[in-house]
């Protein structure tokens, strides 16, 4: 199969190179860099079987030979505040790539009748009123809040999807990613596993905000891509929740990672400040992908978390 | 002052054309004509402060000479499942309009300096849990149904005008729009007043979904375009209802349209038959408005139907 990835250099879509690389596949990853990094996929240069093409997928998308199929991961996606890839800090760029990027790249796979994976989010749920989430539930989003960019962008780019499926036969799926962690992550974007890991790793105490018992559902990046993989050769257009149900509490996390990288510095809590819109609480109900993909996350929080940490050392070594 | 309005051979587009004119500005009309029709404005044409453009908002939009505002209406708007002219029937239209489209207004109004002001719609609170909805109601939107086309569209063009009006300091204005009648809607656009006065003209039996006990909030255009005027001259960034909050059931609408055209042939009930995701109830809270604007609607609902009749009779009778 030859498979074109937008978001090719980001987290996950550098991993998904991997993987379909791994399973003997041709790929071509299009990023434009702007929150993609070449240090994710500079161990593929050279090779063959994949391409990269630093372009930006809002200014149309078209590659020569055929397609299988096209995955559409481009776009910013970090919540933070003050992170400089932050979707906060990228509006405009976060509203083009959810829109016109879907666009072209439902538009590319259209053309190559390939099939088509968007790659929807948990923030599609906004600050949910259920939980867990299963994929029936409509989310509680607030159009206008700062949040909106992403939320929005991601809410439009489904039903874009759908529309193409619908209107053009186009063989889609869309999968809405819960929180996921793991090698590749940016030690400065902003999210917990990465800030958490840079403290530890530098001696200082991690910071946790309030009593710490808010909790996250991780998932690691692998059993992620595992099950994008079975969702991609799958039958099912509607979205699939793909996530880690397990809650682990912030303050359970920051003890791990001091744990596993023997950091004595512990633990320093601040007032809770919450960025604006910041939910809560978010837990997937995973039984769709159990019961159509056979999927379900499979590595321990503390194998995922080593391995992060020592990529995490590695990238702070050089 | 120089204004564009998208949209402008539309049903809302073209009331605003002449309602500016009659407050002498000048009026640039820009329509692609999918939806809206030129017998709209063709009682403007050979003005000289009017200007018509038959033009596709989605592929650019440049005109000439300063603009005080843009006001975006461009938009299939009729949710039937099978008029022409529906969003259901043009979901990719509608998907780009309200995402390049809105790019594309905003981007003017930041070139000219000049007001924004962005039409959204009371279907950005889907099925609503609360009602009457204020404007701080999030909604309950289906982001994968078949409407999602025209709601997640709207909801995109929301977040996207926040968003110029966050990073670039652009002055936006955003309206939602509740269910509005009166004279230039399409005969066959599936919603419901014409549906009615189309049959009593004809005198035919008005069709009756149901038991009739469902209720709908009417808005007589010239007061929706009364607010409008209102709105773009103050300073809210934030949504404005614009709605009228009298609950009519169908029956009660039915047996109104019935008296004023002196149709004999009375009502057929049918059995209920929602359109897919079709509200059952919608009623605006329009406090905001009047607060911020100093806006209510006048017209009393037989008068504003009288309106109406009168031109679908001139319709049907050309």
């Known amino acids: 199969m030859r498979i074109l990835i937008t978001g090719g250099a980001g987290f996950i879509g550098s991993h998904l190179c991997d993987r379909f690389l791994a399973d003997g596949q041709h790929v071509i990853a299009v990023d434009n860099l702007l929150t993609g990094s070449p240090r994710n996929i500079q161990h593929l240069a050279g090779r063959a079987d994949f391409e990269f093409i630093q372009h930006d997928v809002t200014e149309g998308l078209k590659v020569d030979g055929p397609l299988d199929a096209v995955l559409h991961f481009a776009s910013p996606a970090s919540p933070s505040l003050t992170a400089p890839t932050s979707y906060m800090q990228l509006p405009l760029e976060t509203l083009r ?45 607030d159009s206008i809040g700062p949040r909106s960019v992403y939320d929005e962008a991601k809410r439009f780019s489904e039903a874009l999807t759908m529309a193409y499926h619908r209107k053009h036969g186009l063989a889609t799926r869309i999968v809405r990613i819960f929180n996921t962690y793991g090698p590749r992550m940016q030690l400065d974007d902003g999210r917990v596993v990465p800030n958490f890991v840079g403290q530890a790793l530098r001696g200082q105490p991690l910071t946790v905000y309030g009593d710490g018992s808010q909790t996250r559902s991780f998932c690691y990046v692998a059993d992620l891509v595992e099950g994008l ?90």
Do not use: C
Request: hydrophobic share 40%; proline share 7%.
């Open 97 to 141: 790539v959810g829109s016109l990027g879907t666009f072209n790249a439902l538009d590319l796979a259209r053309a190559k009748n390939a099939r088509f994976l968007m790659a929807s989010t948990s923030e599609i749920y906004g600050d949910p009123l259920e939980h867990p989430q299963k994929e029936t539930y409509w989310g509680h989003v």
């Open 229 to 318: 993989v079975k969702l991609l050769a799958s039958d099912e257009p509607t979205p699939v929740n793909l996530g880690n149900p397990r809650e682990v509490t912030i303050r359970e996390f920051a003890e791990v990672i001091n744990t596993l990288t023997g950091n004595t510095a512990g633990i320093e809590v601040l007032p809770a400040s919450r960025t604006a819109g910041d939910p809560q609480r978010r837990r997937p109900d995973i039984s769709k992908a159990a019961r159509v993909l056979g999927w379900e996350p499979r590595t321990p929080l503390e194998a995922g978390l080593r391995h992060t940490i020592a990529y995490f050392q590695g990238v702070i070594a050089n």
